[in-house]
């Protein structure tokens, strides 16, 4: 439905997106991760109009609108910078991409979408009658009430508090199949990514650098730089070993792949599930912190050269500066590039 095609672009001396190709099939959800600066913005922006000099094609309903002003595309947007009208009414809000449509038919869509966002008692506020998760409820009706096929969202919560951010989080993905539209959504938290997204698209200075499930992305990152997004920051260095290889938590029975690459324990390893088979890795315990319901423990190696964060099931942790040792999953392990 939409293709963005070899897309560069670069601002005075700065490539911000090389080369970059993207397709977004009906009512898909794909989430574009990254860290600050890599391009997500500029390559959501060209794809909404809002950006002008790049090179490659924008492809929307098969029809080339590389050239075609933002207000012509069709495309929802729901940018941070894109704040509601101070001196309208929510319902009035609501309505605003509907104008010139019948009176009745208005009424009904917003009608229609403030009940789907559960904010209909808000009709007649006005913005800055409004918590900040109110508002962004009214910006997203307002978004999709001309019922575009696409909507671009920026870092649409990044100002909302947790509580606030997980809630519009959750109900998004079922908001947008409800209403049949695709999204793409970026942000720089790829944890958030995964919720949302049926497809990951990672971006490394301007240009992607994956395109899979958010299963298959935290399963199998495949680089460190992948896993270091996705909060797996301690892959191990590995030397070739008769029967693994070797690590500064002792030999793991894995072979790796090649050369130039780490070992990778996901830090679910410690979590038992069912008979997989385990290795016990002793290290020192450096940190331990609730991630409930588990705990994350940080362990040293007893060389002092590598960390290792591991999830395990205790209802209460280890003391800080103890010996310990965790059984972890063979299975929640893998190789990744090594490339931080
Ligand atoms: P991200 O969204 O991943 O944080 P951006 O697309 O905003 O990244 O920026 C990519 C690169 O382009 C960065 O190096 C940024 O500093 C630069 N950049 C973004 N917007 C502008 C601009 N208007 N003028 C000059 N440089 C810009």
Redesign the pocket.
């Known amino acids: 439905m939409l293709r963005a095609t070899h897309i560069s672009h670069s601002?005075?001396t700065?490539?911000?997106?090389r080369d970059c190709t993207l397709t977004v099939d009906v009512a898909q959800r794909v989430a574009?991760i990254?860290?600050?600066?890599?391009?997500?913005?500029?390559?959501?922006?060209i794809i909404a109009g809002l950006e002008s000099g790049h090179t490659g094609h924008v492809w929307y309903h098969d029809r080339d609108i590389t050239r075609l002003p933002a207000h012509q595309r069709g495309i929802g947007l729901m940018f941070q910078e894109h704040a509601l009208f101070p001196h309208m009414t929510v319902s009035a809000n609501v309505a605003y991409g509907l104008h010139g449509q019948a009176k009745l038919a208005i009424r009904a869509r917003v009608h229609q979408l403030l009940d789907l966002m559960g904010i209909t008692h808000l009709a007649d506020r006005l913005p800055e009658q409004l918590s900040g998760g109110e508002r962004q409820r009214v910006a997203l009706a307002r978004s999709l009430a001309p019922k575009p096929a696409l909507l671009l969202l920026?870092e649409p919560f990044a100002a909302l508090d947790r509580i606030r951010r997980d809630f519009l989080l959750d109900e998004l993905p079922a908001l947008l199949e409800h209403e049949r539209v695709a999204a793409i959504y970026?942000t720089?938290d790829a944890l958030e990514a995964c919720r949302f997204a049926e497809q990951i698209v990672v971006?490394r200075n301007?240009a992607i650098i994956r395109q899979d499930t958010p299963q298959q992305v935290y399963q199998a990152p495949q680089s460190a730089f992948v896993a270091t997004l996705l909060g797996m920051r301690t892959p191990l260095a590995v030397q070739p070993h008769a029967i693994g290889c070797q690590t500064a938590f002792g030999v793991i029975p894995i072979t790796p792949p090649g050369a130039d690459v780490r070992l990778l324990i996901h830090p679910e390893a410690g979590i038992p599930l069912g008979t997989q088979p385990q290795i016990l890795l002793e290290g020192r315990v450096v940190a331990t912190t609730f991630r409930p319901p588990w705990w994350r423990l940080t362990l040293q190696s007893l060389d002092k050269h590598a960390t290792l964060e591991c999830d395990v099931a205790l209802p209460q942790p280890p003391l800080s500066g103890e010996l310990y040792e965790v059984a972890v999953r063979l299975q929640a392990m893998s190789f990744v590039a090594d490339d931080v």
Not at 14 to 17: D, E, I, K, R, S
Not at 34 to 45: N, V
């Open positions: 601002y005075d700065t490539q911000a997106v574009i990254g860290p600050s600066g890599c391009g997500k913005s500029t390559l959501l922006r920026d970026v720089h971006m301007g």
